[in-house]
């Protein structure tokens, strides 16, 4: 399930681009489902999407939050992802199901300059590490989610609890006003 309109249209690039290369055809039923939903929906509308699924992954290899997967986790879906990043900071084995066997990968970032005349120069920037995570670690953690559907529910409902008890946008603006106030 990938309900994110601007990241995910490149995730469905990515994946006809992959399906073309293993020559298989994405829409084969041999194949799981895989849905591309780019709609723009209401916070309503978002938990329903949510809770008619029944697990989400997130795979990534680095995150400096992972918004959508706190999105997850507050709704009470077992979630599977790769545990590096920011993820870390609000999601364990306690509430989900953590892809803890990775390969540290270099990431080449790449930045852009606009010069005076308007044109764009792209280079390399620096260079960083991201967490790939093995598919049999993943498809591990989609067999525990199948075969223990109630236990993986029991997580979902601790998760839900621990996003609403503990992060809030209301203290992330407090704490952000508090640090602007001291510096201004």
Request: glycine share 8%; hydrophobic share 40%.
């Amino acid at each position: 399930l990938f309900p994110y309109t601007t990241l995910f249209r490149s995730m469905k690039e990515y994946l006809l681009d992959f399906f073309e290369e293993k020559h298989c055809n994405p829409a084969a039923p041999d194949l799981p489902g895989i849905v591309f939903d780019t709609r723009d929906y209401t916070k309503e509308q978002m938990t329903e999407l949510y809770h008619s699924a029944h697990a989400f992954m997130l795979p990534s290899v680095g995150e400096g939050w992972g918004l959508t997967l706190c999105e997850a986790l507050a709704t009470g879906v077992p979630c599977i992802w790769t545990h590096w990043s920011g993820p870390r900071e609000f999601a364990g084995e306690k509430t989900g199901f953590p892809v803890t066997d990775f390969v540290m990968v270099e990431l080449q970032m790449m930045a852009g300059k606009k010069l005076d005349d308007g044109t764009w120069v792209t280079y390399k920037a620096h260079n960083s590490y991201g967490a790939l995570a093995k598919n049999t670690a993943i498809i591990k953690r989609c067999q525990q989610i199948y075969w223990g559907y109630e236990r993986a529910l029991e997580r979902g409902k601790l998760a839900s609890k621990n996003i609403h008890a503990n992060f809030k946008w209301s203290d992330c603006a407090e704490e952000f006003v508090g640090i602007c106030r001291k510096y201004i």
